[in-house]
């Protein structure tokens, strides 16, 4: 069975099955309840499943996570709200310090199936700590899966797989992609939570990206085709850990890769990746890896956004550096 919906909605409805098929998955955060979140992203869930199982907590980010981890201790399956990406480090501690790592201090002995969804990213017009990309920190972090889809057909399943999960997953949801609307299959997931996806097959040069960026990547994609150049584009999807092989296998046929973020570049993601693939693939490879990114500032005010935030033409101009080679 098939459904048109945007991402939030498609999260509320994996939320919802999550809920209904376990007793023990309870929902935490921030206005969450008759509100609905900020974006709307719990709307209806609380009315549907009670005050006990959709809880409106305090504004205490550290609170709201080591609470997750009490529970989990107690064999339930909590999924905290950050309201903003960046109110997520007055609980940077308890993340890093404890829900990380009770698992490996406990020699296995000690799960902790705590989901921490957090929206992230640019393109909504906000101000300081309302748009910012904090990936990195996350995936430096031994002991944490993270993941980010793109799609609502993603966004379905993977909320479901990260509850799952027997380990903590960061669950980060690209805000501008909210509402955009497609195609969910609800009656199986295209791919397992860690999978890397080829979205658009080519031959010239492979672009790759995560979250929010993917839509840009296609759009520039289509832009290259139309001047004659054949672009493949890659949806990471899965942060830590990341999925080589069909990045590997794409830089191994076109030989140049172009790796995209709205976050900073210095000692980012892409770093990790373009170093990887220069690792792995050196043979392959006609051009270095190229990254585009956001600045190392912090993200600036919203009227100058689009100056900060990676663009088609940012990309495509990256792509005929690769190929200048």
């Known amino acids: 069975m098939t459904a048109e919906m945007a991402l939030a909605k498609a999260i509320n409805a994996g939320l919802r099955r999550s809920l209904e098929e376990n007793d023990r998955v309870l929902l935490m955060g921030e206005d969450i309840g008759p509100l609905g979140g900020v974006f709307r992203v719990t709307e209806g869930l609380q009315a549907d499943f ?36 960046g109110f997520v480090f007055p609980a940077f501690n308890q993340i890093t310090s ?30 300081e700590h309302h748009q910012e990309s904090p990936e990195t920190y996350f995936t430096h972090t031994a002991g944490l899966r993270v993941v980010s889809p ?40 295209a791919l397992e939570l860690h999978a890397s996806r080829v979205v658009r097959r080519g031959t010239d040069v492979t672009l790759v990206g995560h979250g929010a960026m993917v839509a840009t990547l296609l759009q520039a994609a289509a832009l290259a085709e139309s001047e004659g150049t054949s672009v493949e584009v890659i949806d990471l999807r899965s942060l830590s850990p990341v999925d080589y092989g069909p ?18 570049g210095f000692v980012s993601l892409g770093s990790e990746i ?3 693939v220069t690792e792995r693939a050196f043979y392959s490879l006609e051009a270095p890896v190229i990254r585009v990114s956001g600045y190392d500032t ?27 080679y």
């Open 50 to 85: 009670g005050p006990r199982r959709v809880i409106d907590t305090p504004l205490a980010e550290s609170g709201i996570v080591g609470t997750a981890i009490g529970l989990a201790m107690g064999g339930f399956r909590p999924v905290c709200e950050i309201q903003f990406e």
């Open 98 to 127: 404890q829900l990380a790592k009770l698992t490996y201090r406990h020699e296995g002995a000690l799960q902790m199936p705590v989901v921490i969804r957090i929206p992230y990213g640019g393109h909504i017009g906000a101000i």
């Open 150 to 189: 793109s799609t609502p057909n993603d966004g379905y399943w993977m909320i479901q797989e990260a509850i799952a999960s027997p380990d903590p997953v960061i669950f980060l949801e690209p805000k501008s992609r909210y509402w955009p609307k497609g195609e969910v299959d609800t009656e199986a997931p």
């Open 247 to 264: 990045i590997l296998d794409s830089v191994r046929r076109t030989g140049r890769m172009v790796y995209a973020q709205e976050a900073p």
């Open 274 to 276: 373009a170093a990887t």
């Open 298 to 324: 912090p993200f600036p005010a919203a009227n100058v956004e689009a100056k900060y935030l990676p663009d088609a033409d940012r990309i495509l101009e990256a792509v005929d550096r690769a190929l200048a």
